[in-house]
């Protein structure tokens, strides 16, 4: 059974710094790209990062590049987002997966998410 936990969300002001952390279970870690997604209220959920299952080639969305940072421990089978110089318009609920294109078996398995609101 695939579990995806997802931890490290808050408030935090702008300009501020989270680092969410996601345990994974259920699946060979190590054989899977995996990415960070996030969904802001009222919007689609969008890719935000993602990281190749061996390797260091990271990719981002344009409005988080420079500022956020996918890594991965494949010993613990867990990924991680450093995110800094927080915006207002980061503010989501932030879940992780793996990477595009996702099989069905990971469309099935969303964790319940962190949320992340970035607010003075």
């Known amino acids: 059974q695939v579990q995806l936990v997802e931890s490290g969300g808050g408030l935090v002001q702008p300009g501020g710094s989270l680092r969410l952390s996601c345990a994974t279970s259920g699946f060979t870690f190590t054989s899977y790209a995996m990415s960070w997604y996030r969904q802001a209220p009222g919007k689609e959920r969008e890719l935000v990062a993602s990281?190749?299952?061996?390797?260091?080639?990271?990719n981002y969305r344009d409005s988080v590049k420079g500022r956020f940072a996918i890594s991965r421990d494949n010993a613990r089978n867990v990924v991680y987002l450093q995110m800094n110089n927080l915006k207002p318009e980061d503010t989501a609920v932030y879940y992780c997966?793996?990477?595009?294109?996702?099989?069905?078996?990971?469309?099935?398995?969303w964790g319940q998410g962190t949320q992340v609101a970035v607010s003075s």
């Open positions: 997966n793996t990477a595009p294109p996702m099989n069905q078996l990971f469309q099935e398995s």
């Open positions: 990281i190749p299952s061996v390797g260091s080639t990271t």
